[in-house]
């Protein structure tokens, strides 16, 4: 199985939609995500949170996570959220980044955005991978 690792600073917003997209539509047999950040926030913004409800997924009780060379080691993909300089590069980790406004103090119709936005691009890297749940024939 591989670990894809969303990374951001915060890991309070964009870096937990992703996770949250990939793990749900992903074949856990193959794939499966953890978000992190290069500076943890104490909670997912609660705007994301509530973005996030409106499809079926719940972040309320999720904390942000710091991201750790050991944690990245376990990583064989590293996705990144825009962050400019302040995203992580790990050496010998595959990286791809992906160029997302920051959620933090958007209106919600902003937020909803960039929320359609990154699962757009988690749909696209699983179908890429050929991560998708097999369906019965």
């Given at each position: 199985?591989?670990?894809?690792?969303?990374?951001?600073?915060?890991?309070?917003?964009?870096?937990?939609?992703?996770?949250?997209?990939?793990?749900?539509?992903?074949?856990?047999?193959?794939?499966?995500?953890?978000?992190?950040?290069?500076?943890?926030?104490?909670?997912?913004?609660?705007?994301?949170?509530?973005?996030?409800?409106?499809?079926?997924?719940?972040?309320?009780?999720?904390?942000?996570?710091?991201?750790?060379?050991?944690?990245?080691?376990q990583a064989a993909l590293l996705v990144t959220m825009?962050?400019?300089?302040?995203?992580?590069?790990?050496?010998?980790?595959?990286?791809?980044?992906?160029?997302?406004?920051?959620?933090?103090?958007?209106?919600?119709?902003?937020?909803?955005?960039?929320?359609?936005?990154?699962?757009?691009?988690?749909?696209?890297?699983?179908?890429?991978?050929?991560?998708?749940?097999?369906?019965?024939?």
């Amino acid at each position: 199985m591989t670990l894809v690792l969303f990374a951001c600073v915060h890991n309070a917003g964009r870096s937990q939609m992703a996770g949250a997209f990939f793990n749900a539509l992903v074949d856990p047999s193959r794939a499966r995500a953890l978000s992190a950040g290069t500076e943890p926030g104490t909670q997912v913004h609660p705007v994301v949170v509530e973005a996030m409800r409106e499809r079926g997924i719940d972040l309320a009780d999720v904390r942000p996570t710091r991201l750790t060379p050991e944690l990245a080691s376990q990583a064989a993909l590293l996705v990144t959220m825009g962050c400019g300089e302040a995203c992580p590069v790990i050496p010998g980790l595959e990286r791809d980044d992906w160029p997302l406004p920051d959620p933090k103090g958007q209106p919600m119709e902003t937020v909803r955005a960039i929320r359609d936005t990154i699962e757009a691009h988690v749909r696209a890297l699983i179908t890429a991978r050929d991560w998708s749940v097999a369906r019965p024939t």
